[in-house]
């Protein structure tokens, strides 16, 4: 049974950096990242502009694990951007900032990303949330890869925190989401059907220079380039930590639950990408607040019905896991809406209470940096 596979986690987010007084985008200065590093070593690193940050775990045994490094770690961020008057925020886009404002970061790989991908690469002022969990056998990962992807636009719906660019309400719930289609190579995974096929995919663009490795692979799941992990990369960049636990328990439990149905010949649901496109869209302009839809029934779900749905698939894996807790706080989330549907309450608060429309979105910062700091 599943009892002999470990289902470690790691998780990575990427922060902007704003000033603590006004809310405005800044750079990184190069003493705090000098700074960061020394305390934090490899589990910190400059993003591709200069205003960017990320962090990483290392592999967590569990959920609590994983919930105490990511604890320390935003702490440390945010104790050392201090010292610099900066504070760290959490989201997947910024409110007002231009990214023709941003510098890049001087380093080889974002050197080549900004020189191949052109004016796409410009506008990546976007941040994201990235989830891995130990599968070692790689068959096992492609196969989980394409059931898996069923549950990408719940995740995603979940996730949203960009309704706003550049100063204006984009009416979708992630923004992010539009702004990283750009670049090659994204969206649901494609359906494979072993790891020798993946390989020889991969090998077809490597092996004619168009890429150098499958890290230049930006599905919104993939296999890691780097550890034997399925790595979830759908999710916008979420403001409060225990969202990004949540979301991590859940992502873990499901994929147990994915594996422990392997064991007696079953499989989830799955759909050609064309459907399952359908509701990645629905989550990333609504969120979550017009359903999904539910293929098997030919009908739009609230998501309050997908979410005990769900719950009630992962609840003998959450128990293996003991990640109960974690994964309970879906209900919350559901409950208390999308980080995106904050962000718009408090903007059309502070507008009625008679602020500026600049004042409202320094409104909306001053409450990340909070939301930020929530549970460290």
């Not at 990283?180 to 490597?206: I, K, N």
């Amino acid at each position: 049974m599943a009892e002999d596979m470990e289902f470690t986690i790691g998780i990575e987010e990427e922060y902007l950096l704003v000033d603590a007084e006004t809310g405005d985008l800044r750079p990184a200065p190069d003493a705090l990242m000098a700074a960061c590093k020394a305390e934090l070593a490899d589990q910190v690193s400059p993003e591709f502009l200069r205003c960017q940050i990320e962090i990483g775990t290392p592999v967590c045994a569990d959920i609590s694990d994983a919930r105490a490094q990511l604890s320390r770690l935003r702490g440390s961020i945010a104790r050392q951007a201090a010292e610099f008057g900066l504070a760290p925020v959490s989201v997947a886009c910024h409110p007002v900032a231009d990214w023709r404002d941003q510098p890049h970061t001087d380093k080889d790989r974002y050197n080549r990303i900004w020189h191949e991908m052109g004016g796409v690469a410009q506008r990546m002022l976007i941040c994201g949330m990235h989830v891995h969990v130990g599968i070692p056998d790689r068959d096992m990962r492609i196969d989980l890869m394409n059931q898996f992807s069923w549950f990408l636009p719940q995740l995603l719906a979940l996730s949203t925190s960009s309704p706003f660019w550049q100063g204006d309400d984009t009416r979708l719930a992630s923004y992010r989401t539009t702004v990283f289609g750009g670049y090659p190579r994204t969206g649901l995974p494609p359906r494979m059907g072993s790891w020798a096929e993946y390989d020889r995919s991969v090998a077809a663009l490597t092996g004619t220079g168009v890429i150098e490795d499958a890290s230049k692979i930006w599905w919104d799941l993939r296999p890691s380039c780097n550890f034997p992990t399925l790595e979830t990369r759908i999710c916008d960049a979420c403001p409060r930590l225990s969202e990004t636990i949540t979301l991590a328990a859940l992502i873990q439990a499901t994929m147990r639950m994915l594996w422990r149905m392997s064991r007696h010949n079953l499989r989830w649901r799955e759909y050609d990408n064309f459907l399952l496109g359908e509701n990645r869209w629905r989550a990333l302009r609504y969120g979550m607040t017009e359903g999904l839809i539910d293929f098997g029934t030919g009908r739009v779900v609230p998501f309050e019905q997908l979410a005990e749905d769900w719950l009630a698939a992962i609840a003998e894996d959450a128990d293996a896991l003991d990640s109960q807790p974690a994964v309970a706080g879906l209900r919350d989330m559901v409950a208390k809406g999308s980080a995106a549907e904050r962000q718009r309450r408090l903007y059309a608060q502070a507008i009625a209470a008679g602020a500026g429309q600049d004042e409202a979105f320094r409104a909306v910062v001053m409450s990340l940096i909070e939301d930020f700091r929530r549970d460290i």
